[in-house]
């Protein structure tokens, strides 16, 4: 399919709206496709797993589907898969199948630059398992600090955790760099690609990631959390699972009781849908529109991160002079421009920044928006 944006707009019911939505780093709108799968699931095959008639065995093929769907977005086994409700229920989770063989003094390495899902749970560990938890700089361009991150990893260090984009900042890390350095030690990535996914493809193998995970509702599907574990690694774990539950396929088994089956044909069909554009794309789309921004932001912005369009995804922190967050955010309503404001959970970056309390705006683009939306941002943000 050819990236023709009128087509691609007129899939999604809620851009039909008039308003500009610059907020997808806080989830995306989803296509009719997804919308559609969802109540089809409801309607027509809505049932619970294992059962003799047609509903549940066609609910049993589309969990495999799902399955399969994921492995196929992730590149790994459909058996290194996890689905569970959002990132950070299912990161609380996985790290505490992992910190069952914690031993008090193993080191995990986060960083400054992730949100809180990929901090907090390891935190909650440390007060529970005696683990110790560093944290890894970012430098005052807005990118992480790899020597900080060589410096403080030592053959005590079991995880390093980090995001493969910045949820505030837009700013890209190097994936194989850091995996390259945490297997050296040898320590697990813990990668959080939720805010990457819908900027481009994620290959686990390729990224060396041991666990990884995302956000189905990131990149136009619903609401829903995804992650893939490397097999090896969840045979080391133990599970936290009810009995007569499944002990297969591996992955599935750290996932507990029923899941949302509507959502997980939702997520088939927003993987379908991104697989019709393709990333080419979707990314020189996204490039330009993250130009267009740079290009044009008014003066009195002053913008956290780095500006240009490389080693970044176009998602903007940025202050406007004279004027409170909250205050920019609800103007920009005024005019049907959704944009975010605060720290985006992201506490770390925004305090080492000097953003708190009150954090800065966000915009963020994904392949849908127009030149005539940043325009239309840009042209406020000049008038507010
Ligand atoms: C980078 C990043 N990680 C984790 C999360 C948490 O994801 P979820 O809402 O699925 O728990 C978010 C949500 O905004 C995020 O942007």
């Not at 609910?59 to 196929?72: F, I, M, W």
């Not at 683990?131 to 020597?147: C, E, M, N, Q, S």
């Not at 202050?319 to 955010?329: I, K, L």
């Amino acid at each position: 399919m050819s990236f023709d944006l009128d087509t691609i707009r007129a899939r999604f019911p809620a851009l039909g709206s008039g308003v500009a939505f610059l907020d997808a780093p806080g989830g995306t709108q989803c296509p009719q496709a997804v919308i559609d799968a969802i109540a089809g699931y409801l309607r027509e095959s809505n049932a619970n797993l294992g059962g003799a008639f047609g509903a549940s065995r066609r609910s049993d093929e589309l969990v495999e589907q799902a399955r399969r769907t994921a492995a196929g977005f992730l590149n790994c086994e459909t058996e290194e898969t996890i689905f569970g409700a959002n990132m950070t229920t299912l990161n609380f989770a996985l790290t505490r199948a992992w910190g069952r063989k914690a031993n008090a003094g193993d080191e995990v390495l986060v960083t400054r630059l992730d949100h809180d899902a990929n901090i907090a749970p390891w935190l909650e560990l440390e007060r529970d398992k005696e683990i110790v938890v560093k944290f890894v700089d970012i430098r005052d361009d807005a990118t992480l600090d790899l020597d900080d991150l060589e410096r403080k990893l030592s053959t005590k260090t079991r995880v390093v955790a980090f995001p493969f984009a910045s949820n505030a900042l837009g700013t890209v890390d190097d994936v194989n760099r850091i995996a390259k350095l945490a297997h050296s030690v040898p320590a697990l990535t813990w990668v959080d690609a939720v805010h990457y996914a819908p900027h481009g493809p994620i290959d686990v193998i390729d990224l060396q990631a041991d666990v990884l995970l995302c956000s189905p509702y990131k990149f136009f599907g619903p609401h829903l959390g995804l992650a893939a574990v490397r097999d090896d690694v969840l045979e080391e774990w133990r599970p936290y699972k009810v009995r007569p539950a499944p002990n297969e396929p591996l992955g599935a088994s750290f996932e507990t009781g029923t899941l949302a089956h509507e959502l997980l044909a939702g997520f088939v069909a927003a993987v379908d849908y991104i697989g019709e554009l393709g990333w080419d794309g979707i990314r020189s789309h996204e490039r330009a529109l993250g130009q267009r921004f740079l290009d044009g932001l008014p003066d009195r912005c002053a913008l956290y991160g780095p500006d240009t369009m490389d080693g970044r995804v176009p998602t903007f922190a940025f202050r406007v002079e004279g004027a409170a967050p909250r205050e920019v955010a609800e103007r920009l309503a005024a005019r049907d421009i959704a944009v975010w404001d605060g720290d985006y959970y992201a506490v770390e970056a925004m305090s080492r920044l000097g953003l708190q309390p009150d954090g800065a705006v966000r915009a963020g683009f994904v392949h849908y928006n127009t030149f005539e939306e940043v325009d239309r941002l840009l042209d406020a943000l000049a008038e507010l």
